[in-house]
């Protein structure tokens, strides 16, 4: 099995894999959510319901992958940013999994499918850096991680 | 360090989440009528509830009655029974069912599924239907059979003139029957089709005959709450309709009834009432169920409106035509109450104060804190109409505290002698309750 590896040449973390294939089921439920918001049709809804639900546990493994990873040492620092976006995300989408249990139109409108906007926006750079939260390299004196 | 800061940011969303599912019930006594006082709908994360957990009762346990009438099972055992229905030579018929079960469509429905089994919902139903024999009227039955077996979910049943018919979920069945018989071997014949699966997420069929007996109500709920399972799989349901009892022709007497759990004919006047269910969800003092005259042809809200013109925002597209001619019940029980059978009384053969009206069986629900219903009350009748605040008549199937659930009362009826008969689902009896002209 091919080991991850950092820039800097040492072995990198397992979590991004998690945390992209999770991002990528929170977003998804942006596009599902405007198809209902376009048809009405309720299983576009469903299935946001199950993409956000997916997204959630992802999430949690996500967590106890990144505690491996420090355990492990792949992982030395936070790199906060992305945790913020990453972490507020989950947040909100655990609120918006909530949401997505009412009935009919108001499961996503209006206030699903804003939340599912706002975590795809808080996703998106998160994963444009690579869904990585954290860095391997240990700083120098004075410097911030 | 990391766990800090996560919990620091869980907090406040935990807050939202309790203030979210503190919604309290108000007074249930400000929604009888037939202007209940309807407050603004809410839309919750968590909609309040509260589920109280199936004990059943204990040997010597009974639901509590007005003093100077009495209470005893007069059955015990049975699977889940619904209906109780008497038949002309005063044999009763109890009914014992329950849902056919029906598949998950989202996240949402494996926890509902958790809170309905917590709730005493999800036991098996007998399918069948048990005959017992009360001769002497004593409250004894002397004989308890199996008059009907390998149901498909029943729930209604009538005798004309020689016929039961049975309600299954599915399908209203015909059999020769004649009063005095103990068993039915023979197959029964199909009347007509019903509304009913996949889903069939309300799939209690009530009946009732009309006066000359040349046709049959039937209540068909809707298949869902509020259309979360899609527009298209509520055609044709939400709605009452008229079979004939000789052909099978079908057409709907009256639609927007979202779950008319039962229909009773008033005596002397012939006038089709119903007992409905109304939608969840929106808060625990909406929306009402209600007792209410059914007029031919009449639309009464579902999905688009309650109570006559409030309009339902999780319905869309909305129909403002549909709601411009929404009719408003006659009757609020108050919310949350799941009244789940209805029969008018004929007289003062339990009590003076019980001689015009209809008396209702609350099921009780988990959609609201406090609970409600849970109890079968008298709605008093004035010239015909409903009027004035019910009575309680068959109280406790909460117990004490009311942390947890005896018995859920369904459906009732009157016997022979004028005492009223009620079916209790989750305590698996009748309960008979005779009055003053007994002694």
């Given amino acids: ?145 | 360090m990391n766990g800090t800061r996560l919990r620091a940011a869980a907090a406040p969303l935990v807050l939202a989440l309790v203030a979210a599912c503190s919604g309290q019930g108000g007074d249930p006594a400000r929604q009888y009528g037939p202007d209940p006082m309807l407050p603004e709908p809410h839309q919750y994360l968590l909609p309040p509830m509260s589920v109280p957990k199936v004990v059943g009762w204990k040997s010597g346990e009974a639901p509590t009655v007005p003093a100077g009438m009495r209470i005893q099972a007069m059955a015990t055992g049975l699977m889940h029974p619904r209906i109780v229905y008497t038949l002309p030579n005063g044999d009763i018929l109890v009914v014992e069912s329950n849902s056919p079960g029906s598949k998950p469509f989202r996240p949402k429905d494996y926890i509902q599924g958790k809170v309905k089994a917590r709730a005493g919902a999800a036991a098996k139903g007998g399918n069948r239907i048990t005959l017992l024999r009360d001769a002497d009227g004593d409250g004894v039955p002397e004989l308890k059979t199996v008059l009907l077996d390998h149901l498909h979910s029943p729930y209604g049943v009538a005798w004309v003139a020689g016929t039961l018919y049975v309600a299954n979920t599915d399908a209203i069945l015909a059999f020769p029957f004649t009063p005095g018989q103990t068993q039915i071997t023979a197959p029964g014949t199909k009347l007509t089709d019903l509304p009913a699966g996949p889903i069939d997420h309300h799939w209690t069929k009530a009946m009732v005959a009309s006066p000359d007996g040349s046709k049959l109500y039937v209540g068909v709920g809707s298949n869902s709450n509020i259309t979360e399972n899609g527009m298209d799989v509520e055609e044709g349901r939400a709605a009452i309709y008229e079979v004939d009892r000789l052909t099978g022709a079908k057409r709907i007497y009256a639609s927007g009834t979202r779950n008319p759990t039962n229909l009773a004919i008033q005596p002397g006047t012939g006038q089709l009432f119903a007992v409905v269910n109304e939608r969840d969800e929106i808060g625990p003092d909406l929306v009402p169920d209600y007792l209410s005259s059914i007029k031919d042809g009449g639309f009464y809200g579902w999905p688009y409106s309650y109570w006559g013109q409030h309009v339902d925002v999780r319905v869309h597209p909305q129909k403002p035509e549909m709601v411009a001619k929404a009719i408003k019940p006659d009757y609020g029980l108050s919310s949350h109450v799941a009244a789940l059978g209805v029969t008018f009384s004929q007289g003062e053969t339990l009590s003076p104060q019980f001689a015009d009206g209809a008396f209702v069986g609350e099921h009780g629900s988990w959609d609201r804190d406090p609970l409600n219903g849970y109890q079968v009350i008298f709605v008093p009748f004035v010239n015909g109409r409903p009027s004035g605040a019910p009575i309680p008549v068959v109280t406790d199937f909460l117990a004490p505290g009311h942390k947890t659930v005896r018995g859920r009362p369904v459906g009732v009826t009157l016997d022979r002698t004028g005492a009223l008969l009620i079916a209790d689902d989750v305590g698996n009896v009748v309960w008979r309750v005779s009055g003053t002209a007994h002694r």
Avoid: C, K
């Fill in chain 1, 1 to 145: 099995m091919a080991r991850p590896v950092g820039p800097d040449g040492v072995p990198g973390p397992f979590h991004p894999f998690f945390i992209g294939l999770g991002g990528a089921l929170l977003m998804a439920a942006l596009f599902t959510d405007y198809m209902y918001s376009s048809n009405a049709l309720m299983q576009w809804s469903n299935f946001s319901a199950w993409l956000i639900t997916g997204g959630l546990v992802l999430a949690l493994i996500a967590v106890i992958v990144l505690l491996i990873d420090f355990a492990i040492g792949r992982a030395r620092l936070i790199r906060w940013l992305d945790f913020a976006l990453v972490g507020v995300a989950a947040i909100l989408s655990l609120v918006n999994v909530f949401v997505h249990t009412r009935d009919a139109w108001t499961t996503v409108m209006p206030t699903g499918i804003t939340l599912s906007l706002i975590v795809t926006i808080l996703l998106l750079p998160a994963g444009l850096r690579g869904w990585r939260v954290t860095a391997t390299r240990v700083p120098a004196p004075g410097e911030r991680a």
